[in-house]
């Protein structure tokens, strides 16, 4: 029988902690049910412990002190050990009640990661209030896609079920709400296999806070977009910058030209050490890439094999 984990990330969520922890419950009956407590300011620690240990049900409470999602996460993928894990928000947002669509494709072995998928039913459109929020998504979504040449629907989506496969071969190096990406990330380059299925989903009941940053957060998708090109697709990223210093390099070089086939000598010397140095910046920005393309390719190669042993 499958050891199953549901991990519940939890940072100043006393308002729906205790009725997120019975849902699962409800749902898992044998499942361990792990709060993470991310340093948390209010009583979410304690309202979890007393509930777990109410309910009977396996699992208890970690305590994370580094503040941000990413930190929460890797705590519990660290310490705790399953066969199945499921990682949702503790928030209400999204079922318990539909954690069997997630985790139906990790026991049939179809998939290393079930993400669930808010935007197919509506749900997300007309329940997020956060217009810009929804502009982002939609970015990195098409960037993922376009890159990975994917068809992902909802990938930073915060409900996912996990093979242990996946869990104990993914190392976490990122600290906040990024997590979700970062996980897609992985997944595609390693050549995991993911699954999407839809969910509902609802906002925060009245009186639970969002803990996310309209502008902080927004400044993270950006950081997030430079990021997938710089790790993930180290060519496409230096190699388009080498183009632009290249085409930079040529048309600073017109007016050297045009004095060197008109006069035979050349008058614009500020122009000419310009251009040069714009070529070479250029050549030097395709060499990288190459050489971290080369390196990319074969982290891939290594982690195929590790995965083997």
Known sequence: ????????????????IVRVVQSFHSELPEAS??????????????????????????????NEYRQ????????????????????????????ASEVHFLMTPIVKGEADMVVGDRHTGGDYASQNKRAL????????????????????????????????LFVKNYPILVEGFEIETDMTLHALDKRFRIREVPISFQDRPEGSVSKLNTFRDGARV???????????????????????????????????WEDW???????????????????????????????????????RRRFERDLMN
């Not at 209010?42 to 009977?56: F, N, V």
């Not at 993930?232 to 080498?242: E, N, Q, S, T, W």
């Not at 040069?276 to 920005?285: K, Q, T």
């Open 68 to 95: 941000g999602k990413g930190n929460a996460i890797r705590r519990a993928f660290l310490e705790i050990e399953a066969d199945i894990f499921i990682l949702a928000d503790a928030d209400l947002a999204c079922p």
């Open 222 to 256: 950006l950081r997030t977009i430079w990021n997938i090109f710089r790790y993930y697709r180290p060519l496409v990223f230096f190699g388009g910058a080498a183009i632009v210093f290249a085409v930079l390099g040529l048309l600073t070089s017109i007016p050297v």
């Open 261 to 299: 086939f008109r006069d035979k000598y050349i008058h614009h010397i500020p122009l000419t050490i310009l251009s040069s140095g714009l070529e070479i910046v250029a050549l030097l920005l395709g060499a990288v890439g190459l050489i971290l393309d080369s390196i990319a390719h074969q982290d």
């Open 1 to 16: 029988m499958n050891r199953v984990a549901v991990i519940l990330p939890a940072y100043n969520e006393e308002q729906t």
């Open 33 to 62: 049910i792990w709060v993470v407590n991310n340093h948390s300011l209010d009583q979410t620690e304690s309202l979890a412990k007393k509930e777990i240990e109410r309910l009977g049900c396996k699992g208890g409470v970690l």
């Open 133 to 164: 929020h929804s502009f982002g998504n939609r970015l990195v979504r098409t960037l993922i896609n376009r890159l990975f040449k994917a068809k992902l629907v909802d990938p930073m989506c915060g409900y996912r079920a996990f093979s242990r």
